[in-house]
Nanobody, 113 residues
Framework: QVHLVESGGGLVQAGGSLRLSCAAS?????MGWFRQRPGDQREEVATISRDGRASYADPVKGRFTISRDNAKNTVYLQMNGLKFEDAGVYYCYAAENFRRTSWGQGTQVIVSS
Protein backbone atom coordinates (compact mmCIF):
# COMPACT_ATOMS: atom_id res chain seq x y z
CA GLN A 1 0.00 0.00 0.00
CA VAL A 2 1.36 3.43 -0.94
CA HIS A 3 1.72 6.26 1.57
CA LEU A 4 0.11 9.65 0.92
CA VAL A 5 1.32 12.91 2.45
CA GLU A 6 -0.93 15.97 2.27
CA SER A 7 -0.09 19.65 2.57
CA GLY A 8 -1.53 23.06 1.79
CA GLY A 9 -4.38 23.44 4.25
CA GLY A 10 -4.86 26.54 6.33
CA LEU A 11 -7.06 29.51 7.13
CA VAL A 12 -8.40 31.71 4.34
CA GLN A 13 -11.05 34.38 4.01
CA ALA A 14 -14.28 33.64 2.20
CA GLY A 15 -13.70 34.25 -1.48
CA GLY A 16 -10.03 33.36 -1.20
CA SER A 17 -8.02 30.46 -2.57
CA LEU A 18 -5.93 27.52 -1.41
CA ARG A 19 -4.06 24.77 -3.21
CA LEU A 20 -3.83 21.36 -1.58
CA SER A 21 -1.15 18.85 -2.52
CA CYS A 22 -0.94 15.11 -1.95
CA ALA A 23 2.18 13.12 -2.79
CA ALA A 24 2.10 9.34 -3.11
CA SER A 25 5.09 7.12 -2.42
CA UNK A 26 4.68 5.31 -5.72
CA UNK A 27 2.78 5.20 -8.97
CA UNK A 28 -1.00 5.02 -8.58
CA UNK A 29 -4.10 5.01 -10.73
CA UNK A 30 -7.16 7.12 -9.87
CA MET A 31 -6.58 9.85 -7.28
CA GLY A 32 -8.94 12.31 -5.66
CA TRP A 33 -10.19 14.21 -2.66
CA PHE A 34 -12.87 13.74 -0.01
CA ARG A 35 -13.81 16.19 2.71
CA GLN A 36 -15.48 15.84 6.09
CA ARG A 37 -17.33 18.42 8.19
CA PRO A 38 -18.17 17.97 11.89
CA GLY A 39 -21.14 15.67 12.19
CA ASP A 40 -20.97 14.66 8.53
CA GLN A 41 -19.65 11.64 6.72
CA ARG A 42 -16.88 12.00 4.22
CA GLU A 43 -18.09 13.28 0.85
CA GLU A 44 -16.28 13.03 -2.43
CA VAL A 45 -15.06 16.34 -3.83
CA ALA A 46 -13.18 15.48 -7.01
CA THR A 47 -11.44 12.62 -8.74
CA ILE A 48 -8.96 12.34 -11.59
CA SER A 49 -7.78 9.42 -13.67
CA ARG A 50 -4.15 8.77 -14.49
CA ASP A 51 -4.62 10.27 -17.96
CA GLY A 52 -6.13 13.46 -16.53
CA ARG A 53 -9.89 13.03 -16.84
CA ALA A 54 -11.52 14.86 -13.94
CA SER A 55 -14.93 14.89 -12.32
CA TYR A 56 -16.36 17.06 -9.55
CA ALA A 57 -19.10 17.10 -6.98
CA ASP A 58 -21.81 19.63 -7.84
CA PRO A 59 -21.06 22.05 -4.94
CA VAL A 60 -17.50 22.68 -6.17
CA LYS A 61 -17.99 22.70 -9.94
CA GLY A 62 -16.60 25.87 -11.47
CA ARG A 63 -14.61 26.73 -8.34
CA PHE A 64 -12.26 23.79 -7.70
CA THR A 65 -9.79 22.23 -10.13
CA ILE A 66 -8.12 18.87 -9.64
CA SER A 67 -4.87 18.07 -11.42
CA ARG A 68 -1.95 15.67 -11.14
CA ASP A 69 1.73 15.31 -11.93
CA ASN A 70 2.42 11.66 -12.65
CA ALA A 71 6.20 12.18 -12.60
CA LYS A 72 5.86 13.24 -8.96
CA ASN A 73 2.97 10.89 -8.11
CA THR A 74 1.16 13.97 -6.82
CA VAL A 75 -2.43 15.20 -7.01
CA TYR A 76 -3.48 18.81 -6.43
CA LEU A 77 -6.73 20.55 -5.59
CA GLN A 78 -6.91 24.23 -6.50
CA MET A 79 -9.76 25.79 -4.53
CA ASN A 80 -10.99 29.21 -5.63
CA GLY A 81 -13.90 31.28 -4.42
CA LEU A 82 -13.93 29.46 -1.09
CA LYS A 83 -17.17 29.50 0.88
CA PHE A 84 -17.82 28.90 4.56
CA GLU A 85 -19.45 25.61 3.57
CA ASP A 86 -16.13 24.40 2.12
CA ALA A 87 -14.47 24.30 5.54
CA GLY A 88 -13.49 20.90 6.88
CA VAL A 89 -10.79 18.27 6.77
CA TYR A 90 -9.75 17.26 3.27
CA TYR A 91 -8.43 13.76 2.62
CA CYS A 92 -6.73 12.62 -0.54
CA TYR A 93 -6.90 9.07 -1.78
CA ALA A 94 -5.20 6.95 -4.38
CA ALA A 95 -6.22 3.66 -5.93
CA GLU A 96 -3.16 1.49 -6.23
CA ASN A 97 -5.14 -1.25 -7.96
CA PHE A 98 -8.72 -2.43 -8.26
CA ARG A 99 -8.78 -3.76 -4.68
CA ARG A 100 -6.53 -1.41 -2.69
CA THR A 101 -7.04 2.27 -1.86
CA SER A 102 -4.77 4.44 0.30
CA TRP A 103 -5.69 7.60 2.22
CA GLY A 104 -3.77 10.70 3.29
CA GLN A 105 -3.64 11.95 6.86
CA GLY A 106 -6.02 14.85 6.23
CA THR A 107 -5.43 18.59 6.03
CA GLN A 108 -7.74 21.18 7.57
CA VAL A 109 -9.29 24.02 5.62
CA ILE A 110 -10.75 26.90 7.64
CA VAL A 111 -12.77 29.64 5.96
CA SER A 112 -13.33 32.92 7.78
CA SER A 113 -15.53 35.94 7.07
Amino acid sequence: QVHLVESGGGLVQAGGSLRLSCAASGSVNNMGWFRQRPGDQREEVATISRDGRASYADPVKGRFTISRDNAKNTVYLQMNGLKFEDAGVYYCYAAENFRRTSWGQGTQVIVSS
